[in-house]
Structure formats: C-alpha cells, structure tokens
C-alpha cells in the first residue's frame, strides 16, 4: 500500500492530536490504538514524539532576546505622541525627551521641537477646555499653589475631580480671584457653595464675583494647625519632664559625695515649675482637639446648633488658657472664632439633607440621625453592632433605606478641599522641572488631568474613568484622539 493511501495519511490534525495525547497519557495500550487506527505502533510513537516537543517549547524559558515581539511602524506623528506621553506621563524634562530619542531611536532632536510639538497641543487643549460646561459642577473647591514667587490658581469639581481653573497670575489679590471666577461663570460654573481655606483674597474675590454663592471653611487645615499646637505642647511637656528626672537622678549622684549646688537645686525647681506648668496645658489641649475633631467637625455628628455651642466652649476654653509664654493658642482662638460660621456650613447642609430623608421615608429626624450617627462607630466594634441591631429592631424594614440614604448623604456632602490639595501634589510633579509656567503648559495640564483615565482608584467609581467621564456621565475617545492623533494598536 501506498504512503498516500495509508490509513495513516489520511488521518486528519485532531485525529492525530488525540491519539497523541492518548499514547502521552497510557490511557490505553498503544497496540489497541494501532489496531483500532488501522495504523502502526511506529506511527502512534511518532505522534507522541511531536507532542513532546510541543510541551517542551509552550514550557520552556526563553532566551533569545532578539526575538520580535511586534512591528512598530514609526511616523512623524507617532513620534509626537511620543513626546507629549513623556512629558506628560512620565514628568520628562525637554533635555530627557531629546536623550531619549538619541539613544533609543537614534534620532536626533531638539529642545525647540519638543517645545513647538507642546505648544501646538497646548492651543488645541486651550479650546477643549473652553467648550467644557460647567453648569454641572455642584460644590467648587478652590486653592492656590505656588511656582517660585508666582501663584497658581486652582478649582476643581467635588464630586468628580475635574479641574475647571488651572491659571499662573502675578498676584493672587481679590480682583485676580474675581477676574478668573467671572470667566469660568461663562462656561456655566454655577455651584451651590465652594470650599476653600482661610484666605482673605480669595473669598474677597468669590463674593465680588459670585455674591449669591456662599464660601464653606476648610476643615482640615484647622485641624491640622489645632493639631500642630497640641502636639507641641505635648513635645514640650515630655521634655520637662525628662529634664527634671534627669536634675533628681544627677541630685541624688551628688548627695552621696555631699557636692550638692545651688545651682542644681534652682535648676530642678525651675524645672518642677515648667513642668507644673506644662503638663496640664498640653492635656487640655489635647482634649480639646479631640472634641473638636470628633464632636464639632465630624461630619456624622450632632445638629448644626450643638456644634455651635461646643464650638463656642472650646474658643473660651483656649481663651482662657492663653498666655505670652504660647502665643499659638491665641492664634488659633482668633482663627476659630473668626471662621466659626465658615467651618460649619457643612453641618448645616447635611441637616438639611436628614431632614429631607426623614420627610420622605415619613420617619421622625431623631431616627434618621439614630442612623447618621451610627456611622461614626467602626464597623468592627461591638458598640457599632449592638446599636446596628437596636436601631434594626426599631426601624424594622426601613432601617437598610435609611443607611442607604445617610450614608450618600454622607457621602456627598464634603467638609475640605482636600481633593484641590490632591491636584495640587501632582501639580508638583510637574512644576518642579520648570523655573517659570505659561498658560500654554497649565492649559495643557489641565486637559491632561481631566481626560485621562484613572487606572486605580480607593473610590470604585472612579476606576477606567476620566473627571470628564465623572462629571458629564458620558464617555469620550482617549486624550491623544481628542488632541488628533491616532493611536497605535497591535494587530
């Protein structure tokens, strides 16, 4: 019989694979293959053979390094997005651009090109961002950042991160802040209220512009200063007291060779003194500081009304601990009083929002802040589930709606602006290769920052989407399409 009429031959691959596998696996005896095949056991080994080098190539490690992994077609315009991905991207200086390609692409280039290939990006981004409406941004939260001497305005939307304000200005006096608030009112920035710190520019600027917009104070960075003093004095009251352990053990040396000073016994009075002195001030504070934080500007917390009158407990109790020894407490007792109302804007907003909870699923205001209240408790501790399970029994089937109710409500009503702080971080990534900013390059990173897609996130929603994205709810192409580039994709 000929090799072209054999019974072999004309087996087809998958009949071919299978006994391969079946001669690698000892299923069954190769000479009840063969002679269920019509085929030779030189054949079946034959297969086997074959399957074998299969395994080992899929398995083995590879070494050869020059193996191509896929063809790269390199244009004139991909080199260009070449350049904006690694300014952008990977924070290269225009130096770093020019060695990259000299020894990667062996492709010389210079720094007046990577500029010009910025620039023409940069007046495309300057357009997109114009055309951007603003009318949904509900909360704006305002700050400044500084590049050498000159400040950078910046906003940036609450909810979605998107950054609506990104300018370089010589001063950041009330007429710059109103200036630049005015032409983003042209785009229909419109929020309910903003969010800023203490300065005096800014909310100046805000009520000249935006009369009918109120400015809520930032919480953390009162905190932070409250914190600062305590935890200082706290420094300074271990201090005195390792200095005066200290005097006694050194009193005590001297006492057996009977070569005690007055001088040793001044100083240990003086310590005792400082201590005396000390210790009770840095305590209080410290108690203090925790009321403020856990009882005035929690967010799950007591009524608007109550946190006025622990607010106004804790300024007199700093008053009344005030001294030319520490000046930082009457700092801070001027700060809080000034900005009492400004701090607490937010305690305002969520009672309003319990309010309008309790009126819709027709439940008394106390239960529904039964339920705010029960967020300030971890979720691991036993007190949160001994009053998770009293407020179920009591709220019956309403108790879940609720939690799910107060907690958006939680969840949307901000007490910082700490996400302008966020965009102001990462601006430093940028800045700091740079002696000087022109509008060009913040125009360009603000499109940069609001186009492109968050690949991680501790916020779920946020995950392989843009601030753009987040704000409009509507998807967009990728930020290299917007700016008229195609994009490279593998075959």
Not at 24 to 52: C, G, I, M, N
Not at 451 to 476: A, C, N, W, Y
Request: net charge positive; charged share 25%.
């Amino acid at each position: 019989m000929s090799p072209s009429t054999s019974a072999a031959a004309s087996l087809p691959p998958s009949i071919r694979k299978d006994l391969a596998i079946q001669v690698l696996t000892k299923a069954e005896p190769v000479s009840h293959l063969a002679e269920q095949h019509q085929v030779s056991r030189k054949f079946l080994y034959q297969q086997r053979h074959k399957a074998d080098q299969a395994l080992d190539e899929a398995f083995a490690e590879s070494t050869d390094d020059k193996a191509v992994l896929f063809y790269l077609p390199i244009t004139q315009n991909w080199l260009f997005q070449l350049i904006l991905a690694l300014v952008l991207i990977c924070h290269c200086s225009y130096r770093g651009v020019v060695e990259l390609f000299r020894d990667l692409f062996d492709l010389p280039i210079s720094i007046g090109t990577v500029h010009n290939r910025l620039q023409a990006a940069a007046a495309k981004a300057s357009d997109i961002n114009q055309s951007q409406d603003l009318s949904g941004i509900k909360v704006g939260l305002h700050d400044e950042i500084y590049q050498g001497n000159h400040p950078v305005l910046a906003g940036v939307d609450a909810a979605s991160t998107y950054c609506y304000l990104l300018q370089g200005v010589e001063s950041r006096d009330e007429d710059t802040w109103g200036w630049y608030l005015l032409e983003t009112m042209k785009q229909g920035f419109n929020p309910d209220y903003t969010i800023a710190d203490g300065g005096m520019a800014l909310r100046a600027g805000q009520t000249a512009a935006m009369p009918g917009t109120p400015c809520h104070g930032d919480v953390f960075h009162i905190q932070q200063q409250f914190e600062i003093l305590a935890n200082s004095l706290a420094r300074q009251s271990k201090g005195a007291t390792s200095r005066r352990l200290k005097l006694e053990q050194q009193i005590a040396k001297a006492r057996l060779t009977h070569r005690v000073t007055r001088q040793m016994r001044s100083r240990l009075v003086h310590a005792k003194h400082q201590e005396k002195e000390l210790t009770p001030l840095a305590k209080d504070l410290k108690t203090l500081l925790q009321w403020m934080s856990h009882d005035v500007l929690e967010l799950a917390g007591p009524p608007l009304a109550v946190r006025q009158d622990l607010f106004d407990f804790i300024v007199a109790e700093l008053k009344q601990r005030e001294c030319k020894k520490h000046p930082n407490i009457r700092t801070l007792r001027k700060a809080l009083h000034n900005q009492r109302d400004e701090l607490l804007a937010f305690a305002g907003v969520l009672d309003q929002k319990l309010a309008d909870i309790a009126e819709h699923f027709e439940t008394p205001l106390q239960k529904v802040r039964d339920v705010c209240l029960l967020y300030r408790k971890r979720p691991t501790s036993n007190a949160y589930w001994e009053r998770w399970s009293q407020l179920h029994c009591e709220l019956s089937s309403q108790f879940h709606w609720l939690m799910e109710a107060v907690g958006e409500a939680l969840k949307q009503t901000p007490r910082s602006s700490s996400l302008v702080e966020n965009l102001n971080s990462r601006l430093r990534n940028y800045f700091f290769l740079r002696r000087t900013l022109g509008s060009p390059y913040l125009n360009l990173l603000q499109f940069f920052l609001n186009h492109r897609r968050f690949m991680r996130s501790e916020v779920i929603e946020r995950v392989d989407k843009s601030p753009k994205e987040l704000m409009t709810g509507q998807s967009h192409p990728h930020w290299l399409e917007l700016l008229g580039f195609t994009r490279f994709q593998r075959a």
